[in-house]
């Protein structure tokens, strides 16, 4: 079993809709979850990042993390074609742990 | 935010040669640096941690003598992959992280990835 399963899609919705992606883990030690995004032929940049359990929301994007369900997930709200990109999410037992567990990614497109 | 540079962005090979991968970080001091490799539809999956002026630590699976990282400054990270086989071929990924006031303690700034292809 895979530490951290993530569907790898694709995802294709239509401009305006909601993106949902989801990530589960197996590692009950994990307490700060990331979202990167990765154009294609680029490096993955941060998105954003949850501590422990609960919500984060930053403009359109919301994160979720339900740490009794081993469980996250991210929303794109309204989302637009420049959102079209591969979503990983990553997590770690420490904010200075350098070891990042990722998903393997789910690519989205979104339909203009 | 911090920009990190790879070069080449794609490289082709024969079997049995020696390639190069920089990875620098253009605007900050990297005091780590971060090779990861990317198989498609697969996760990131981290191949060695390099600190600068000392030994690379490898994780389990990866062979040392293969893919020899070299961390000469605070800017600059190399891998060589030694004797290269189609089997090597990947998307490899650097990043580094040292920059104060990331968005987490020890945030990672990915470089865009080298394609390596061995024929």
């Known amino acids: 079993q895979k530490e951290v399963e993530q569907d790898p899609g694709p995802l294709s919705v239509p401009e305006g809709a909601i993106v949902s992606l989801n990530c589960t883990y197996s590692?009950?030690?994990?307490?700060?979850f990331m979202w990167y995004r990765q154009y294609s032929r680029k490096g993955p940049e941060l998105l954003m990042y949850t501590y422990s359990s609960g919500n984060k929301e930053d403009g359109r994007f919301t994160a979720q993390v339900d740490k009794s369900s081993k469980y996250i997930s991210l929303f794109i709200r309204d989302s637009q074609p420049s959102d079209s990109a591969t979503y990983l999410c990553a997590m770690s037992e420490n904010p200075n742990d350098y070891k990042l567990s990722f998903g393997a990614g789910t690519t989205v497109t979104v339909r203009a | 935010g911090a920009v990190v540079s790879q070069h080449p962005s794609r490289v082709i090979c024969k079997s049995g040669t020696s390639v190069k991968i920089e990875c620098r970080s253009l605007?900050?001091?990297?005091?780590?640096m971060f090779w990861y490799r990317q198989f498609p539809k697969q996760s990131l999956m981290l191949m060695a941690t390099s600190n600068e002026g000392s030994k690379a630590t490898y994780e389990q699976g990866v062979e040392k003598d293969k893919f020899l990282i070299n961390h000469a400054s605070l800017t600059l990270s190399t891998l060589t992959v030694t004797s290269a086989h189609p089997e090597d071929s990947s998307f490899y990924i650097c990043?580094?992280?040292?920059?104060?006031?990331?968005?987490?303690?020890?945030?990672?700034?990915f470089g865009p990835g080298t394609r390596l292809t061995v024929l």
């Open positions: 590692n009950s030690a994990f307490q700060y």
């Open positions: 605007d900050f001091q990297a005091t780590t």
């Open positions: 990043s580094a992280s040292g920059l104060a006031g990331g968005k987490v303690g020890a945030e990672q700034f």
